[in-house]
């Protein structure tokens, strides 16, 4: 088959902002169980995957992309490599990823390629893999990635896996403040571990597995994001701040600037700011541009992993 016939399929997923995020206490087997009320946001990355004869990715986009690998641990690749076992292929494909959604920014971009590029592979090959078995594959690859094919708002618990939907209504104005540096998700959680040993005698003990409040479920029914601003918490916000001081900088400048809140989102370093409406959030856009931040606007929620021209 020549380059000229082979078939490619594109898919888009997006990412997301962690509403709410509490993190259980640290167990044996080295992980947290937590409890996360996600929020799929209109930052999304486009993935194009066309047949070959092995596997390759390219990354390009708005974002900067040096820190994504373009070999076989890229996240993509082995998400392909998933639905080829499934698939008994012994082809491959050529990845081409293009990133709205930051990189090692607390808002799970790595986990929209590897959704987005499990779906493109399915009707790439015509394997036709059934909802539960995606999300299977999905569980394989990482703790967000189901979240990224349901899109929308879940809550999820466990590892952040384990997915129920989360009723809501109406849209929220998100005004997004994105680094020019990575925070290792891995490096956040020993920061906050080590912030809680500091802290033991201050502190109330940590509940091995957590949920999510229920005034969190309660503003996200009711669409307000008032409501919602009163309740944003993310325990994991205290150990990005101490490995990276400047970003208190950034949320005080936004909340000065008429943010209703702002939080760190995930393990950082992107900082959410929920504004009131769309006018506010294009103030709030200004004044931090103004700023020489890198900012963003995105709203929320929206829908999940889709095949391009669905």
């Not at 997301?16 to 937590?34: A, C, E, M, P, T």
């Not at 509940?207 to 229920?214: E, I, K, L």
């Not at 370093?269 to 700023?291: G, H, I, K, R, Y």
Request: no cysteine; glycine share 10%; hydrophobic share 45%.
């Amino acid at each position: 088959m020549t380059s000229a016939t082979r078939r490619s399929v594109a898919a888009r997923a997006p990412g997301k902002v962690n509403v709410f995020l509490r993190v259980g206490s640290l167990q044996s087997d080295g992980y947290h169980d937590v409890a996360i009320a996600y929020q799929a946001v209109s930052l999304v990355d486009e993935v194009r995957v066309t047949e070959a004869d092995g596997y390759s990715v390219t990354v390009t986009g708005n974002v900067d992309v040096s820190r994504v690998p373009t070999d076989r641990s890229n996240i993509a690749v082995t998400a392909a490599r998933l639905v080829a076992e499934r698939a008994g292929s012994r082809g491959g494909v050529r990845i081409e990823i293009d990133k709205r959604v930051p990189v090692t920014g607390g808002m799970g971009g790595g986990s929209a390629d590897a959704a987005a590029t499990l779906i493109a592979v399915d009707e790439l090959w015509g394997v036709g893999l059934p909802r539960e078995e995606l999300f299977a594959l999905a569980r394989q690859l990482g703790a967000d990635v189901p979240f990224a094919l349901t899109g929308g708002t879940a809550i999820g618990t466990g590892r952040g896996d384990e997915l129920s939907p989360a009723l809501a209504q109406g849209s929220f104005q998100w005004v997004l403040v994105l680094a020019d540096f990575g925070l290792s998700t891995p490096q956040v959680y020993r920061e906050l571990d080590a912030h809680r040993a500091r802290h033991v005698q201050d502190i109330h003990p940590v509940d091995p597995r957590p949920v999510v409040d229920a005034d969190v479920l309660q503003a996200l029914r009711a669409g307000e994001p008032r409501m919602l601003a009163d309740v944003l918490h993310n325990d994991l916000q205290a150990a990005a701040l101490h490995l990276e001081p400047s970003l208190a900088r950034v949320l005080e400048l936004g909340e000065r600037n008429g943010a209703l809140a702002g939080i760190v989102s995930g393990s950082g370093p992107t900082v959410a700011f929920l504004a009131e409406n769309l006018d506010a959030a294009l103030e709030l856009q200004v004044a931090l541009s103004a700023a020489r931040y890198h900012v963003v606007r995105a709203t929320g929620p929206v829908h999940g992993a889709r095949l391009l021209g669905d």
